[in-house]
């Protein structure tokens, strides 16, 4: 059982350039959030989903798009990468919304905007 | 603004005494809180989940209080050893049931 499972788990882009982070879970969870994490300021919501087809702003949206076609895959794109946007991504998935039930994490993805 | 206030200081406690973490809360008003356990280059993991009608709960070696009149949550480890060395994170449920937000978190080294 892989749990949540993102890909990459490094990048490194140049100012401009456009990515999708990958996130997979196989536990059936209909909650999916991504979420970015600074030196010093926590884990801050980017973008979630409550199910298929749906996806929803989180705390920090600017500069990122989500999909969600099918319930075990989201997936993050940033279309023109920034340095600002360096930082680690977090993709986790809950089974109940928000902090009813636990949320599970992947290991993240390490993306440095040059 | 809601903000989630941890200690941003690491803490160094001796192996074998008890950790306690605090969490602070401003302008929320959660039903739930809970904590995670990060480790260095590692996503978050789930340990312990406390309602507001709950005043504590244990896990373990581990306890949890929950006080909404001072909106703070206490986290405990007793008996600490240094594979609890780690960053602990609380969590609040906020927007009504649509999101989870997290505090920035308190390292803690527990010293042989």
């Known amino acids: 059982n892989a749990g949540v499972t993102q890909t990459p788990k490094f990048r490194v882009l140049k100012t401009g350039q456009s990515m999708t982070l990958l996130c997979a879970q196989d536990?059936?969870?209909?909650?999916m959030y991504w979420y970015r994490q600074d030196p010093g300021m926590g884990l801050r919501l980017i973008h979630y989903s409550v199910g298929e087809g749906t996806t929803a702003k989180g705390e920090v949206p600017d500069g990122y798009n989500v999909s969600r076609l099918k319930k075990q895959n989201f997936l993050l794109g940033l279309e023109s990468a920034a340095p600002s946007q360096t930082s680690v991504y977090f993709c986790?998935?809950?089974?109940?919304?928000?902090?009813?039930?636990?949320?599970?994490f992947g290991q993240g993805t390490r993306l440095t905007v040059v | 603004s809601q903000k989630i206030e941890q200690n941003s200081e690491a803490l160094n406690i001796q192996e074998g005494k008890t950790a306690t973490l605090t969490c602070n809360y401003t302008?929320?008003?959660?039903?739930?809180l809970q904590w995670y356990r990060q480790d260095p280059g590692r996503g978050p993991v789930f340990l312990l989940l406390?309602?507001?009608?709950?005043k504590e709960k244990r896990k373990e070696r581990l306890k949890v209080t929950f006080d909404t009149t001072l909106k703070q949550s206490l986290f405990h480890i007793t008996a600490s050893q240094p594979a609890d060395s780690a960053t602990y994170l609380c969590?609040?449920?906020?927007?009504?049931?649509?999101?989870?937000?997290f505090g920035t978190g308190t390292k803690l080294q527990v010293i042989p």
């Open positions: 986790a998935s809950s089974y109940l919304l928000g902090a009813v039930t636990e949320a599970f």
């Open positions: 406390i309602r507001e009608n709950e």
């Open positions: 302008n929320y008003s959660p039903a739930y």
């Open positions: 536990m059936n969870h209909e909650y």
């Open positions: 969590a609040l449920l906020s927007g009504g049931y649509q999101k989870v937000t």
